[in-house]
Every structure is written in structure tokens, then in C-alpha cells.
């Protein structure tokens, strides 16, 4: 980290990439080196949003890239801006540096004795620290099995350094933990489903859970039979082999007394509030997606390897926190299963019961998701959590209604609704929150058991979906429910250029850990 950078010091990198306020003068400018070649770039860049590149004289003719962010940008600007600045580099640079220097605004207002004030500089800060999340993401790989080329004549480079020019303001443990669990829920996502099936994700969880000091239990088939999580089972009956499951992780910070018992054979579940987790964070884990007996045609199914996001945010979230030492207890529930065909695969018109005793009437064998999560909402409800969250690509309406850009939003505690959007917005992966009404479940009403698994039209199929697991959570106890509509997005989103966002983990971290939402909650238990 450097406070400024000369002109000798800018031989040093490949690229430097710089931020500012479209509504800033010259003042940024006269920090970084050979200025006036930055302000000629920028009289070329006309409106915010917008980023163009030039060439520095020296002996390593570092690129220069430079980005406008509207005036009063709001995280996500900075992050889509940010990310635009990086793909001008892309594969083309090994060391650089970001820059964000704190701006005069217009009618020089910001600078008061040539100081720049403590608003604009908070903001330069969190610019920075978007360029640094955009940097992250771009230098993450996904994971690839293409055949090596046997020689290539000019190789893309890789990312391998990045320095900040200021920055003194940034918190750089959470920005590295938000983007290493953001690099972790999108490598998981992409993985292919004969890499990622249920056997592999459990030895994965298991040495995951070493390396960050997590509890681990593994509540297989036949312990989920003990229990009567027959909704969870009925979607896994397809399955060729006996290895679906629900994985139980666990993270207390030091000195928290109380944690819950590991518990191998997973034939009894933790209950209490001594030990008990401040959140539990549930995660739909459908390995694939058949859609089942009602088959999805082709297109649908294609990309259905990546159902499982919902698992991938809740615990990259969960290993973030540890990374972190938040002072957060907090439990991962993920519900890891394909949803294929075969002769036991599950059938409309059947009646299951549930974990908590509800019975459910299934209407579709592709509304698997609901099924998978109502069983794993009722056994994480037993720890007795102040707060629980599940993750979910639940449904394609919520797709429609809100495309790729952000994701659906539900909760059960209204009250909840202003700190849970300003959580989306501080963190640049937005949120928008659709009725949680009770009339809704006139369209879940059966003849013949508890509830419907979902209506026979698709129509507000993300509303009825979320008062269909609603029944599955305890009256009384906070609840929210994230439909990951924007979990995959052709071209990336905001500042992650790969069609796999990983689109969750940053909004927790800034719910939990930036947020009042657990004092609140506290306050009123």
C-alpha cells in the first residue's frame, strides 16, 4: 500500500486503474504520475459509467485505465465500473495498482484547505475497495478441463499482484474474506455434476470444515429417515445411488461456550438456546436437476449443475465468518441431492410428511428445491437460531419478474424489510422483496394433506414458493428467504465477469456483520 505513486514507481506495474467521480476537476489527477496524460484521458471518457485506457511513456509502457463513477455512486456503480476497468486488462497484466483518489466535488466544495473532507474521502475509500473486489474476482480462475495447448505464441497473463495508492481506511481482512468466499460459491457452482456429486461434496465439506475449524456432521439417508425428513428423501428416491444427505457445519467463535454436540450418525439434533446459533444458514444443494418425472425439456436443463448455488453461498458465507473470527455463532445447513428420473423417482399426487409433521400433496417433481429445504428449514429450526436464512435458485418466475440483475427477497418479519434492503444496497448485490401475504396459501390449499407443494399455474410461483416453506419454519422465530434469481447472469454482474456470479455471499457478510439485524433481533428475544 502506497499513500502516492511517482512517476519512477509507475515503471513497476503493468497497469494502474484509477476511479473518480464524474463530477471531480483536475484535483485527482495530481497525485498520480505523468498527471497530464490521466486528464487527457479523461476529457475522452464522457459520461459516467464509462472507462477508457491509454499508455504511459516509460520503459514498461504501463497501460493507464480510468473509470467514472456517477455522482454519489452507489456500491453496485462502483462494482459494475470497477469490473469494466478490469476487463480492459484482461490477460494482459501481471502486477498493478488501483487508485481512487479522493475527489473535489463540483463547485469545489469537498476541498477546505486543501484537505480533502472526511465524505469525499469515505467515498474514494469505498471505491478502492471496489476496485480491489473487482481485482479479486477477475484474478480467480473457475475451474477448467480443457486440454493444455502444446505451445502458445503469447500466453495470457495472469494476475498475480495488486497494490492500493491510499486505502489507509479500508478493511482489508473483510474485503479479502468477502471475495475469497465469493471465488468459493462460484468455483463449487461451476463445477461439472460428474465432478460435483454428493460423495465428492462430502469429502469436500469434510476437509473444508478441518481446514477452517468448523463442526461437521453428515445426516445421511437413513439418519434422515429417524428423523422424518421423508420431503427431502422423496426428491433424492431417484437418486442411482444411496449418497444424497443434509450437511450440518458449525462455527463458534473462541471462547463461546455451548457449542452444539457433534453428532456423526445424525440420529438426534442439538435443540436449545444455551449453544444455541445466532443464524442458521440454509443452502439448497441440487447437485443436478432433471426436473424428475415432470422432465424439463432440453434448454431448461442445461444448465442445471448450478441449482446448488444456494449450498455454495451459505457456506462460503459460514467459512468467511470463521476466516474472519466474526463474533458470529452460526450454523450452514445444505440440502445435497439430484433431482434425477428412474423407477423409485418421486411422482405427482403423492403425500409425504415432513420432519415437523406437515404433509405435503406433490403437484410437480420439479419444484424439487421446496421440497429439499422445507425438510432442512425444520431441522435447522430445532437449534433454535435467532435468525434463519436460506439460499435458494428456487424458482424461474422470480427470473422474470427481476431478470439476472438482483435477486428476490422474503421474510416473515416486516420489520426486518428496511435493514434486509440496505443490506443489498451497502453491499452491492441487491435485493428486492416481494408479498409474504397469508391469503397466498388459498392457492396451497389441498384436499387430501396439509399443503400443496406448489399451485398447478405458474403464475407468482416465487410467492407461493416462499409461503409454501414458510410452513416449515416455527411461528415466531425470524426468517428470511433469498430466491437467487441473479446466481447466474450471462456476462457476469457488477464486478464478476464470469457467468457465475456467487451472488450471496457479499450481501450475508454485510447483513451480519455491518448491519444491526442480530442486536435488533436480540433485543426483542
Known amino acids: 500500500m502506497r499513500e502516492r505513486l511517482s512517476e519512477r514507481d509507475a515503471a513497476d506495474f503493468d497497469a494502474i486503474l484509477a476511479l473518480v467521480p464524474e463530477d471531480a476537476g483536475d484535483m485527482p489527477f495530481a497525485g498520480l504520475p505523468q498527471s497530464e496524460r490521466w ?55 501481471e502486477v498493478i495498482a488501483l487508485a481512487a483518489p479522493a ?48 505451445s ?4 495470457r497473463l495472469k494476475l498475480r499482484r495488486i497494490e492500493l495508492i491510499g486505502g489507509a481506511g479500508l478493511d482489508l481482512p473483510y474485503l479479502d474474506a468477502a471475495a475469497q468466499g465469493n471465488n468459493l460459491a462460484r468455483f463449487l457452482t461451476a463445477l461439472p455434476p460428474n465432478v460435483l456429486d454428493a460423495a465428492a461434496y462430502r469429502r469436500f465439506l469434510a476437509g473444508y470444515a478441518r ?50 454436540p457433534r453428532n456423526r450418525a445424525g440420529s ?20 443436478f436437476d432433471t426436473g424428475g418425472t415432470n422432465l ?33 455463532a452460526a450454523d450452514a445447513w445444505l440440502a445435497i441431492t439430484a433431482n434425477r428420473i428412474g423407477s423409485r423417482a418421486y411422482l405427482p399426487q403423492e403425500v409425504v410428511r415432513a420432519a415437523n409433521g406437515v404433509t405435503i400433496q406433490v403437484i410437480h417433481t420439479d419444484a424439487e428445491g421446496r421440497m429439499a429445504l422445507a425438510d432442512t428449514l425444520a431441522l435447522a429450526a430445532r437449534t433454535r437460531p435467532r435468525l434463519l436464512i436460506d439460499f435458494a435458485t428456487l424458482t424461474g418466475t422470480c427470473i422474470y419478474a427481476l431478470t439476472e440483475r438482483m435477486s428476490g427477497l422474503v421474510t416473515n418479519e416486516p420489520r426486518l424489510l428496511p ?46 414458493a416462499a409461503r ?52 435488533e433481533l436480540q433485543a426483542d428475544a
Open 296 to 328: 424439463k425439456p432440453h434448454r431448461s436443463m442445461l444448465g442445471m449443475h448450478t441449482d446448488m448455488a444456494g449450498s455454495a453461498v451459505a457456506l462460503a458465507t459460514l467459512g468467511a465468518l470463521a476466516r474472519l473470527k466474526a463474533p458470529v
Open 211 to 260: 481446514e477452517h475449524g468448523l463442526g461437521f456432521t453428515w445426516l445421511g439417508e437413513p439418519a434422515l429417515e429417524r428423523l422424518g425428513a421423508n420431503a427431502f428423501l422423496a426428491v433424492a428416491r431417484g437418486n442411482p445411488d444411496r449418497n444424497a444427505g443434509i450437511a450440518h457445519l458449525t462455527y463458534r467463535p473462541a471462547g463461546r461456550r455451548g457449542a452444539p
Open 103 to 150: 475527489a473535489e466535488h463540483a463547485g469545489n466544495t469537498a476541498v477546505r484547505r486543501g484537505a480533502v473532507d472526511a465524505g469525499a474521502a469515505g467515498a474514494a475509500s469505498a471505491v478502492l475497495g471496489a476496485l480491489l473486489s473487482a481485482a479479486l474476482a477477475h484474478a480467480f480462475e473457475l475451474p477448467s478441463f480443457r486440454t493444455p495447448p502444446r
Open 39 to 93: 486528464r487527457r484521458l479523461r476529457e475522452r471518457v464522457q459520461r459516467a459509467g464509462a472507462v477508457r485506457s491509454a499508455t504511459l511513456a516509460n520503459a514498461r509502457d504501463t497501460r493507464i485505465v480510468l473509470g467514472l463513477t456517477p455522482p454519489g455512486a452507489s456500491a453496485f456503480d462502483a462494482l459494475a465500473v470497477a469490473g469494466r476497468a478490469l476487463r480492459e486488462i484482461a490477460g494482459e497484466a
Open 268 to 287: 438426534r439434533i442439538a435443540a436449545g438456546r444455551r449453544g444455541a446459533p445466532e443464524v442458521a444458514l440454509i443452502g439448497k444443494g441440487i447437485l
Open 419 to 464: 435493514t434486509l434492503l440496505a443490506a443489498g444496497r451497502a453491499s452491492g448485490e441487491r435485493v428486492w422483496s416481494f408479498p409474504f401475504d397469508a391469503d397466498y396459501d388459498a392457492d396451497l390449499e389441498s384436499k387430501v394433506a396439509d399443503v400443496l407443494q406448489c399451485a398447478v399455474e405458474a403464475k407468482g410461483d416465487h410467492i407461493l
Open 152 to 155: 502458445e505464441s503469447q500466453p
Open 468 to 519: 409454501f416453506l414458510c410452513r416449515f419454519v416455527p411461528a415466531g422465530m425470524p426468517w428470511v428467504h433469498l430466491d437467487l434469481s441473479a446466481a447466474v447472469r450471462s456476462g457476469g454482474l457488477a464486478h464478476v465477469p464470469t457467468d457465475v456470479t456467487g451472488f450471496g455471499v457479499r450481501y450475508a457478510l454485510e447483513l451480519l456483520l455491518k448491519t444491526r439485524v442480530l442486536e
